[in-house]
RNA sequence: GGAGAGAUGCUCGAGUGGUUGAAGAGGCACGCCUGGAAAGUGUGUAUAUCUGUCAAAGGGUAUCGCGGGUUCGAAUCCCGCUCUCUCCGCCA
């Protein structure tokens, strides 16, 4: 949710950032400002009288006191005037700011000055991109066949136990998911973060926090008896850890991290995009998320890429850092950066991680703020990103690493593994 | 699941209708004191919103778990809800 203050300050920027990530209603934005000058004459007007009122009660109390009946009668009388005109007041005040929170909440983020112009996927920009790109030859199995070879995974084991698109995982193939999650949370540990593990399911507020609802239901599974939702990832408890909070100085930057399965009900699509592992209902992931002082949240950001791409150049896979142009960029992000790996077999780029600066977005939903140099409280910048999701991860080690010998394992995944090789 | 107790500011804790945004203590911040520190001492220390202003100071309003009611006036009385704690039962 976009602060207010700056449809007061300067309309064209919004209205610019707005084109640029492809927002069609743009009548909202002067209907956000007219209902908001509305709010502020219906606020003046309530203080106002209820000032009043607060004053004549103190008067009758001391014309009580004295012994005044009849002086405090009238008063009384008049009082009770005004305090239905309050009662009406408060009533359309809060008609008024249910309005403007409504229209407020369905305003996207805008997008940062850096942030490229287009609609669709093929217009983000590669930033770079590293690694050396597999040379396969012979051996240029799919991932979903190397699981079968080598029983790593069974999906047709999984659609018996729960459905579709929850994978089982066996054997080595299980030690590699385990490996993956210790090696990534002991990677961003010895960054500075602190890990975390959360609850897998949240409340409403949680949710509502983060930007799942009220948009996005029907991505979430809905735990309908308690009311709660299974996290689509870590980032919704891991932000809303700090809802509702005003941090000290000493409190920020927050650095977290944490595992959890993701759940994720998306509505489905076929052939290739959702093969194996590469769209499923339940997957694990490592996030990593902070809360940081709004004048470095984009030195931060840019950390942050650093330390997902150090963690993919030490697993050996090329990969490709994208800048996102604003049409395709999600509804609560100012700047993201996607992290694609090649999967070779595929010959294709599968996204593994999204780190995105949501600046005050997030913050100003869930009332995260913090102390500025003036004693102030001011909204935060949240950031997050995936270091990392597995799956894909995964089918790139498969596939990127066979031959005819077995599937390597990257020297630094191997401490963890417990070996070099699945054969 | 059964029974009971409770929810007040950063924390503890007082407060049963009238300058109570809220005593007191602790914590924290700043100052004094000191060679430096401790001790001592003084001051300050909620949030939102409106108004005001270049900015501020200042002022108004709302908020003592949440929502409603009684009253000229509610932290205090009444109703509903939520949550927490204790004991018993069950249980990884």
């Not at 051996?139 to 066949?145: F, N």
């Not at 010895?190 to 509502?208: I, K, L, Q, R």
């Not at 997030?362 to 004693?375: E, F, T």
Request: contains cysteine; hydrophobic residues 35%.
């Amino acid at each position: 949710m976009l602060p207010i203050n700056i449809f007061r300050q300067n309309k064209e920027l919004v209205l610019q950032g707005l084109a640029k990530k492809n927002f069609k209603e743009t009548e909202l934005v002067d209907k956000i400002i007219e209902t908001d000058e509305r709010r502020r004459l219906m606020q003046v007007e309530h203080d106002n009288l209820a000032a009043s009122v607060n004053a004549a009660s103190k008067q009758i109390g001391q014309l009580m006191a004295k012994g005044d009946k009849e002086q405090a009668e009238q008063m009384k009388l008049q009082v009770a005037q005004h305090k239905e005109k309050i009662k009406e007041l408060v009533t359309t005040l809060g008609n008024i700011e249910q309005e403007l929170h409504d229209d407020l909440v369905r305003l996207p983020n805008l997008p940062h000055a850096s942030v490229p112009v287009g609609k669709t996927p093929e217009e983000n920009e590669v930033v770079r991109s590293g690694g050396t790109m597999p040379q396969l030859s012979t051996h240029k199995a799919p991932h979903w066949d190397l699981m079968e070879q080598y029983k790593l995974m069974d999906l047709a084991l999984g659609n018996k136990l729960t459905g579709s698109g929850f994978p089982v995982f066996m054997g080595k193939g299980a030690r590699l998911q385990r490996a993956l999650i210790q090696y990534f949370l002991n990677f961003n540990i010895a960054a500075g973060y602190t890990e975390y593990c959360p609850p897998f399911m949240v409340n409403e507020d949680s949710a509502y926090g983060t930007g799942q609802l009220p948009d996005k239901e029907g991505q979430m599974y809905h735990v309908t008896a308690d009311g709660f939702y299974l996290i689509p990832t870590s980032e919704v408890p891991l932000t809303n850890i700090f809802r509702d909070v005003i941090l000290q100085e000493s409190e920020i930057p927050a650095r977290l991290t944490a595992y959890s399965p993701c759940f994720r009900r998306e509505a489905g699509s076929y052939g290739k995009d959702v093969r194996g592992l590469n769209r499923v209902h339940q997957f694990d992931k490592v996030e990593i998320v902070q809360i940081v002082d709004p004048a470095t949240s984009y030195d931060v950001l840019e950390g942050m890429v650093a330390h997902v791409e150090k963690l993919l150049q030490s697993l050996e896979l090329p990969y490709r850092i994208l800048r996102l142009c604003g049409g395709d960029m999600s509804f609560t992000s100012a700047l993201t950066y996607d992290f694609e790996v090649y999967s070779a077999a595929q010959e294709r780029w599968l996204e593994v991680s999204s780190v995105s600066n949501f600046e005050s977005f997030q913050a100003n939903r869930m009332k995260i703020r913090h102390r500025d140099a003036n004693g102030k409280t001011q909204l935060v910048h949240t950031l997050n990103g995936s270091s990392l999701a597995l799956p894909r991860i995964i089918a790139c080690l498969l596939e990127n690493n066979q031959g005819p010998e077995g599937i390597t394992i990257p020297a630094a995944l191997q401490p963890y593994f417990g070996g070099d090789k699945i054969n």
